[in-house]
């Protein structure tokens, strides 16, 4: 399975943008990029996805390297609400089957 | 009202029991799953379901059955539970569209003694 590496833990100021990492040097060319958060006590939640261009929605916008081989989670103004764990996957083959690892947990400071 | 809703929200019980969780949605969804959390790690998928009656094992089966006798609704038991299955559990749903988002339950926090 392709899998995705992210940082542990990642902190940011309220209001400032939060970019987070995500590498997946083994994705294939049908594989989608899947972001889901998970807020504390809650189930993950949809973010955002994309193939080979930069996505943008209510939420985020998602930057995908040239190679596909990392991308990019961009949060313009971080809130104290979007403190949670991030996890990057791969959709394989859109085929609507998630494989979690272990996301980011992105903490925010007042 | 929530989408998908899981019941409980909270189980405590004893090693040896069996246990049900349930799963219903209001979303229309034909695909259903069952994910395992343990504390500091990611989500494992246990089963899932693309239909009424159908059952496909995930990766960390073993222990677990489940059951969709309806489209609403897929249920997860635990025909003889053991400690180690102490765990939170998210039921989801996704369209059987290609590439759609998952959506999650809030999940059962299960505590087997």
């Known amino acids: 399975d392709a899998k995705t590496t992210q940082p542990n833990s990642m902190e940011s100021n309220e209001e400032e943008p939060v970019h987070l990492p995500c590498n997946h040097s083994t994705i294939s060319g049908t594989d989608y990029i899947h972001w889901y958060r998970q807020l504390p006590s809650q189930g993950p939640e949809y973010v955002i996805h994309g193939l080979t261009s930069n996505v943008n929605n209510r939420m985020a916008s998602l930057a995908i390297a040239e190679d596909r081989k990392s991308s990019t989670l961009i949060l313009h103004r971080a809130t104290l609400r979007d403190a949670a764990v991030y996890y990057c996957i791969l959709n394989r083959n859109a085929g609507n089957m998630l494989t979690f690892g272990g996301g980011t947990r992105l903490m925010v400071k007042p | ?113």
Not at chain 2, 12 to 40: A, F, N, V
Not at chain 2, 80 to 103: D, K, V
Request: hydrophobic share 30%.
């Open chain 2, 1 to 113: 009202d929530a989408d998908v809703t899981q019941t409980p929200r909270n189980r405590i019980t004893k090693t040896g029991k069996r246990i049900m969780l349930e799963c219903s949605q209001t979303k229309g969804h034909d695909r259903m799953y069952w994910y395992r959390q343990d504390p500091g790690l990611g989500l494992r998928l246990i089963y899932y379901s693309f239909d009424v009656k159908d059952i496909n094992k995930g990766e960390i089966s073993d222990g677990y059955s489940v059951s969709r006798q309806a489209q609403a609704k897929f249920s997860l038991s635990l025909e003889s539970a053991i400690p180690n299955q102490t765990a939170l559990y998210f039921c989801a749903t996704s369209s059987g569209q290609r590439n759609q988002p998952q959506h999650f339950g809030d999940g059962t926090r299960l505590s087997i003694l």
